[in-house]
């Protein structure tokens, strides 16, 4: 129970998330691992650079794949007071992406912000 | 003949050393992560554009509704199949390569 | 583990959380909480069936800290808060009512 997970000791978290998301297992450990963090009420942190942006793509539908549409679970971070996703802007437009194809609320931010990101935070996962 | 590409074009050069060495006419099916290059105004669009010149291409459906690539976001000319086309392709095509 | 519900063996896991979401039915849950001496209310099916929207939209079950907070949105500041929760469900909202809705354990849940 959350009374027996609070450590008192709250950690800058930063998941880096740069796989697409269900060929490999990657995207799906990541979020089980933000989760986990956020259980933890620590400071976390998301970005989604390179394939890692179309993990929030939007109307994903895994029901033909026989997986888990763990796509949907994005939107529930809020409610673990996760609301700092980051995108990179140079992937999306790699990719022909705009904010519109996105399932959830993020900030489009540039590679420079990121490294600010980087160099602010205490541990950094790498997916 | 065909091949199968399974890779993101972002994440691994599959897709271009395919279309390097593939021989003339061939059926090249998109699925799994390899159905990103079927997006419009990607990176990668010149790539397929140029390919569907000496090419045919296909892509698994079911891949892209998991990803959320609507059907109106793809390249043009690229036949979308299920998994009965898909096991149609296999026995149609002599030979099948995986570019994995 | 299983247990046996409408004549049906269902399989779950060593804590006895269902293995399989969908051989959940209304049933199971009674079950479940008559092995723990806890007699079902329309309070406790309230938040049972918000258990299984909640899964059904985010794909996770919620730990408390969520689950207060999300049943507050929903239901109201009332029920929203840990005490009316832990005085339906006394083993713990996450490790009762998520077991009973059919959910895996949440995510953090020790």
């Known amino acids: 129970m959350e009374e027996e997970t609070q450590s008192g000791i709250v950690k800058k978290f930063l998941y880096i998330n740069r796989r697409a998301p269900h060929g490999t297992i990657y995207a799906h450990e990541a979020l089980e691992t933000v989760l986990i963090g956020a259980a933890f009420e620590q400071d976390v942190t998301l970005v989604f650079i390179d394939d890692g942006v179309f993990q929030l793509k939007k109307n994903q539908d895994t029901s033909e794949i026989g997986t888990k549409n763990f796509s949907k679970t994005y939107a529930a971070l809020e409610d673990m007071d996760v609301e700092k996703l980051y995108v990179e802007k140079k992937s999306l437009e790699q990719r022909g992406l705009t904010q519109d194809d996105l399932s959830v609320d993020v900030k489009i931010i540039s590679s420079d912000q990121i490294k600010k990101l980087i160099n602010e935070s205490e541990v950094i996962l790498n997916f | ?100 | 583990m299983t247990i046996e519900v409408n004549g049906k063996t269902l399989e779950t896991d060593e804590e006895g959380y269902l293995a399989n979401l969908n051989d959940w039915e209304k049933e199971v849950a009674s079950v479940m909480a008559e092995a723990e001496d806890l007699e079902l209310g329309d309070d406790h099916w309230e938040i049972i069936n918000f258990l299984r929207e909640y899964y059904e939209e985010y794909q996770i079950a919620p730990a408390v800290r969520v689950l207060t907070k999300a049943v507050g949105k929903k239901l109201g500041k009332d029920k929203g808060n840990s005490k009316y929760l832990y005085e339906l469900f006394p083993y713990g909202p996450a490790k009762q009512a998520c077991k009973f809705a059919g959910l895996p354990k949440p995510t953090g849940c020790v």
């Open chain 2, 1 to 100: 003949m065909l091949h199968t590409i399974n890779k993101s074009p972002f994440e691994k050069n599959s897709l271009q050393t395919c279309l390097r060495v593939a021989p003339d006419k061939s059926n090249i099916l998109l699925i799994e992560d390899g159905v990103y290059a079927a997006l419009k105004n990607t990176d990668f669009e010149k790539n397929i554009l140029e390919g569907q010149k000496i090419h045919k291409f296909y892509v698994l459906e079911p891949d892209l509704k998991a990803r959320g690539l609507d059907i109106k976001s793809l390249i043009p000319n690229i036949d979308i199949i299920d998994y009965k086309g898909f096991v149609k392709l296999t026995v149609e095509n002599s030979r099948v390569q995986n570019w994995l």
